[in-house]
């Protein structure tokens, strides 16, 4: 019996990687893989980004017939947030021309740094990953637009101090116990005598993503003015949650970027209504782009998203990604002449593209979202963020833009840089001049 | 008839006693290792050395390790994927301190790390067996994962929390960093593997391993006939984790380059259990073949099965599908392996084997 | 000395010094005690009838909620979608007993045990493919729990209950009393508590072993289904809820394996225990999160002292 369905696997197994054949790709085609997390624990973020982005792509082939004439192919490989899967999916896919990744992992972006000089596949990791490739020159190959985490966190703190001042405040930090939640901690220290605050962290270990009670008593212990949450998946509708508990002010409760999807608020609620997060991309479908998402993507059933979810935090996140990576392919295009790039000319593309007020208005994303230039020294762009607040059922945005402290924060990602390449040995650098 | 033994007389008690009693299998061995390390690196493309076969090396190392503790002496743990880790983190300490070591040195090394702390968290083992071991090495994991969080000197202050492997030679050879080739790499973990493969067989046949298995079998017994527990028990738990604390360090080092705590998680280690349940408790040949399934099985899956799918239903099916779908079909796998054949693969191995044997007679 | 202080004396000083803080934290331990006594009374019903170590105890209690969850997003009302999620329940347990608990009779507890880590396997990826991978939110108000909470002024300062929270506590208390009832005044009960104490002289007076199986499996999934709604209701559901249901294990080590009390008991030591450390040694000392790992540690210690647990059955395989 046992013996009859082993070989009945085999054999299937064996007939089908028979059939298997690696598309063949044409060389003018744009060939982008998309490491996607529709599964885990942190699917809620992972599918609205995956769909955002391979629908962004969808409707300029639908409507432009792709990006300067290439169609662009995204095949989406599955890493269920882990590092390992991460690694095989890039192998996987990496001899099939893959243009740039985006590991949308910080573990599986850490493995593929010092993969990409030797592949010659650029990563873009949007707000997420190692914050010290924002030094360009340290770090060819890596880009973080628009913005890195102490990036962020300076914004963030500005926020803080034009509502009513830092000075004096006491900042409580709760974060993921991760390396992605540790990250700002540098910052808060340099920061804090600098802006005349204390902080005070609260950690919160991945397995108790679900149970901080005791953290939040501890909150309530130390009497935070603010709280700023680094936290990802379900520990963000926990945290709220609790703070509703302990009746913590929810105006002066901020979340990063990641610490604010809809997923993540829907389940709050009313309770969460107040809460802030930092974000970068729009929010709502009030964007030519996005309608015409809807129009050549959404309404001709290519979607994988529902057409509610369209617009919301994640969703549009995952676009901008996509219309990042559009735009530096056409300055890549425009740069070499090609029709079909390759990974260096799409690092080149990366660093020379401009995403300005105009440029932004001609593809349909007026307001969008702060402009990013693309450069070669400055591989975060220093973007800035706004904030949004929960009003019990929906996000608003709630802020002007507010732009990095860069001359505090550039220091400190310069000396990370040189940290991180000097236990390195040979590792390619590049000057720009 | 294909595997005839007729013939062959072993005429002193070494012959009788060797590794490898039968012609065709020293045969086969020999076979297999001039394939593994010639052919290969040789023909095998850079995904499939990189994304297939060092992975599976590097799991077939620790489920030998945890075959060790689990098959040969019947301590059930859960604890691995942390004893993974230690390994990582005392490789990783020992290269930044002294970079010019050959980095092969310290990779062995640094199971001697894993071998202590395994042996204290298997301290408990002297007194509880069973469930409650679950319990203690499971307190293992979640104190040493931790750990690896709440020390930062062991990521060496690193912003990212993450230990990011420097570049490092052995033999005048790159074997670390993104720059050492996936033919070097390769070799080395082969290399690795195969001389400590080699070894476990050999302390497992020995007078250790006999101990080993005389508690798994009976303990009381075992302590009437002169096995002392204690030592019996805890020699089980540091050779364990000495095995698994070269494979973590095998893994970040040659396969990932890089690692985050998350990879040393309790998933971990139940991967790594699976392995040895499928490939059969208490069989080195089990351990491989049940890094094989458990790990080589999804890739299959993850790729062939939506290409599939579409022909032969109007649906697609996704990659995340296809990869759901195969974490349920590896669950079903152990749960059908444990009915119908409880000690794995290489029990099936065996089976094959004698009918090749005595093929084209029943029997 | 530093230490010293550290650890005798500065705690007990926050104690004293905010006392609403100290009875706040024995309330939220208290809870999540009642929460974990309810998944280890899971494994409890399970490891009593039929020896097996049910690992997928904690899954079952994300499974179950979800089936709640995905019932109800399909336009079925509230509380026929949580009879359905009953009856899908009481179908795993058919499944898993006649599938996999029936084949492997009388193989040795391990390779139960290994097997019930299979089912949570199947019951992961399973459940992700059928449900979807985005969290949930738990149907709260639907199901008539209670939101809002009250505050009792205190010390100077205020401790709040949450009405859920004292919900929970209450339905907590009627499933262990139900359960209690069942075992002790109905015949399927009585037969339950025969075949724990004796398998051999349970079937040789009649009882169909796989009926009381079937039977166990199903409260196991009830009791999974109610700790399932209760603790979503604090977050969401989401497959991170698994890791806190392994919380269940040194609950189980201190209660014992075996005694439904000790789960009780057990399960509240624990989270007023954790809760405590946390606050008052753990982030001074040690900076935090020790939630984690704490429950396990006291467990560890436990077991080399009383590995029977608090009120298990002193037959326990010594070494």
Redesign the interface.
């Known amino acids: 019996m046992l013996k009859k369905i082993i070989l009945g696997a085999a054999s299937i197994a064996v007939a089908g990687s028979m059939y298997t054949t690696t598309p063949a790709f044409a060389e003018d085609t744009l060939y982008i893989p998309s490491l996607s997390y529709r599964t885990g624990a942190f699917a809620g973020a992972g599918i609205p980004i995956s769909n955002g982005y391979a629908d962004y792509f969808a409707m300029l082939n639908a409507r432009d017939g792709g990006i300067g004439g290439a169609k662009v192919v995204v095949e989406e490989c599955e890493t269920g947030y882990k590092a390992d899967k991460g690694v095989e999916c890039y192998e996987a896919t990496k001899g099939n021309g893959a243009l740039v990744y985006n590991p949308y992992s910080t573990g599986i972006t850490l493995q593929l740094i010092p993969k990409a000089p030797v592949d010659e596949i650029p990563i873009l990791s949007m707000g997420y990953g190692l914050s010290a490739a924002a030094i360009g020159e340290k770090f060819p190959w890596v880009f973080n637009y628009p913005a890195s985490y102490w990036s962020q966190m300076s914004s963030i703190l500005k926020y803080i101090d034009s509502q009513g001042g830092i000075k004096g405040k006491k900042i409580g930090f709760i974060y993921l116990d991760v390396g992605y939640g540790k990250e700002p901690i540098p910052l808060l220290d340099k920061l804090a005598p600098e802006m005349g605050f204390e902080w005070v962290g609260f950690p919160v270990a991945g397995k108790d993503m679900q149970n901080q009670a005791a953290t939040w008593l501890n909150v309530r212990k130390e009497r935070p003015d603010w709280m700023i949450a680094w936290s990802f998946g379900a520990m963000t509708p926990t945290a709220v949650k609790e703070a509703a508990k302990i009746r913590f002010p929810m105006d002066k409760f901020v979340g990063n970027w990641w610490s604010g999807g809809h997923a993540d608020l829907e389940q709050v609620g009313a309770p969460g209504k107040g809460y802030l997060a930092a974000n970068f991309s729009g929010i709502g479908t009030d964007f030519p782009a996005l309608q015409d998402v809807i129009k050549h993507v959404v309404d001709a059933g290519n979607s994988k998203a529902n057409k509610e979810d369209i617009g919301k935090v994640n969703y549009n996140r995952g676009l901008f990604n996509a219309v990042i990576m559009a735009e530096a392919i056409r300055s890549a295009q425009a740069k070499t002449g090609k029709k079909g790039i390759n990974g260096a000319d799409m690092r080149l593309g990366l660093e020379n593209f401009v995403l300005d007020e105009a440029r932004l208005k001609e593809i349909g994303l007026e307001g969008f979202t702060a402009p990013v230039v693309g450069s070669c020294a400055d591989h975060e762009g220093a973007g800035s963020i706004f904030l949004q607040q929960w009003n019990g059922s929906d996000w608003e945005r709630v802020s002007d833009l507010i732009a990095p402290m860069t001359e505090v924060v550039r220091p400190l990602l310069e000396e990370a840089a040189d940290n991180y390449v000097k236990e390195q040995t040979d590792w390619k650098t590049q000057s720009c001049g | 008839m294909f595997y005839r033994e007729a013939g062959q007389y072993k005429t002193s008690y070494e012959a009788d006693s060797a590794k490898f009693p039968i012609r065709q299998d020293k045969w086969f061995i020999w076979f297999y290792l001039a394939i593994a390390f010639i052919a290969i690196p040789y023909f095998g493309g850079q995904f499939f050395l990189d994304a297939i076969m060092i992975p599976f090396l590097v799991f077939a190392l620790a489920a030998v390790g945890l075959n060790i503790l689990t098959g040969y002496t019947g301590q059930i743990s859960l604890g691995t994927g942390a004893f993974m880790g230690v390994g990582a983190y005392a490789c990783y300490k020992m290269t930044l301190a002294f970079p010019d070591v050959n980095i092969i040195v310290f990779i062995i090394a640094s199971g001697i790390f894993s071998a202590i702390i395994g042996a204290f968290f298997g301290l408990p083992s002297l007194r509880i067996k069973g469930f409650y071991l679950v319990v203690t090495t499971l307190a293992a994991q979640f104190f040493l994962e931790w750990a690896f969080i709440r020390i930062p000197w062991l990521y060496n202050y690193n912003p990212s929390g993450a230990i990011e492997v420097p570049q490092r030679e052995a033999f005048g050879v790159i074997v670390t960093g993104a720059s050492a080739s996936s033919e070097v790499r390769y070799l080395v973990v082969l290399s690795v593997v195969v001389i400590m493969t080699w070894f476990a067989s050999n302390i497992i046949s020995g007078r250790i391993g006999r101990s080993w298995m005389m508690i798994r079998d009976m303990d009381i017994a075992a302590e009437l006939m002169g096995v002392r527990p204690l030592y019996a028990k805890l020699s089980a738990f540091a050779v364990s984790s000495f095995y698994c604390g070269v494979a973590g360090a095998l893994m970040v080092f040659i396969w990932q380059g890089a690692a985050e705590v998350e990879v040393f998680d309790y998933n971990r280690s139940f991967q790594i259990l699976f392995m040895i349940i499928l490939g059969g408790l208490g069989s080195l040949l089990g351990c491989f073949l049940g890094a094989a399934v458990i790990f080589i099985f999804p890739i299959i899956i993850h790729n062939i099965l939506p290409p599939i799918w579409a022909i032969i239903t109007p649906w697609t099916m996704s990659s995340s599908q296809a990869d759901l779908v195969a974490a349920v079909m590896i669950g079903v796998l152990i749960v059908t392996f444990l009915i119908m054949e409880p000690h794995g693969l290489a029990r099936l191995w065996a089976i094959m084997k004698q009918k090749l044997r005595v093929w084209p007679f029943p029997y | 000395m530093e230490l010293f202080k550290l650890i005798f004396i500065e705690p007990f000083e926050?104690m004293a010094a905010?006392p609403d803080?100290l009875l706040?934290?024995l309330w939220?331990?208290f809870?999540?005690g009642i929460l974990y006594s309810l998944i280890a009374l899971g494994f409890v019903l399970i490891f009593k009838a039929s020896g097996v170590?049910n690992f997928a105890q904690g899954i079952m209690v994300v499974f179950a909620a979800l089936t709640l969850v995905g019932i109800h997003a399909m336009g079925v009302p509230p509380f026929l979608a949580l009879i359905l999620t009953l009856g899908v329940m009481a179908l795993l347990a058919l499944t898993v007993v006649k599938?996999?608990m029936k084949?492997?009779v009388n193989?040795p507890?391990?390779?139960l045990?290994?097997?019930t880590?299979?089912?949570?396997?199947?019951?992961?990826?399973?459940g992700?493919?059928i449900f979807?991978?985005?969290?949930?939110?738990m149907i709260t108000t639907e199901l008539g729990l209670p939101t809002g909470?009250s505050d009792w002024e205190v010390g100077g300062g205020i401790v709040?209950f949450?009405h859920i929270d004292i919900a929970a506590a209450v339905i907590a208390a009627l499933l262990i009393a139900g359960l209690a009832l069942f075992f002790n005044k109905t015949k399927t009960g009585r037969a339950l508590r025969a075949v724990a104490d004796d398998h051999q002289a349970a079937l040789s007076v009649g009882i169909s072993l796989e009926y009381i199986w079937v039977v166990v499996w199903f409260a196991a999934g009830v009791v999974a289904l109610t700790a399932g709604i209760l603790?979503a209701a604090?977050?969401?559901v989401?497959?991170?809820?698994q890791?806190?249901a392994?919380?269940a294990?040194?609950v189980?080590?201190l209660g014992g394996?075996t005694s439904i009390p000790g789960a009780i008991v057990g399960g509240l030591i624990i989270g007023i225990g954790?809760?405590l450390f946390?606050?008052y040694w753990?982030?001074p000392i040690?900076?935090?999160?020790?939630?984690?790992?704490f429950a396990?540690?006291i467990?560890?210690l436990f077991?080399?002292y009383r590995?029977e647990g608090l009120f298990g059955e002193k037959h326990i395989?010594?070494?």
């Not at chain 3, 880590?117 to 399973?126: D, H, P, R, S, Y």
């Not at chain 3, 989401?238 to 809820?241: E, K, P, Q």
């Open positions: 926050v905010l803080l706040q934290t939220e331990g809870v999540s170590f599938l996999v084949p492997l193989q507890d391990i390779i045990f290994m097997s880590i299979g089912i949570t396997f199947i019951l992961i990826a399973g992700q493919l979807g991978g985005e969290p949930k939110a909470s709040i949450q603790w604090k977050s969401d989401s497959f991170a809820l890791v806190v392994l919380k294990l040194p189980l080590v394996f954790e809760k946390d606050l753990g982030v040690l900076g935090g999160s020790t939630e984690s790992w396990f540690i467990a560890l077991l080399l590995p395989e010594r070494i």
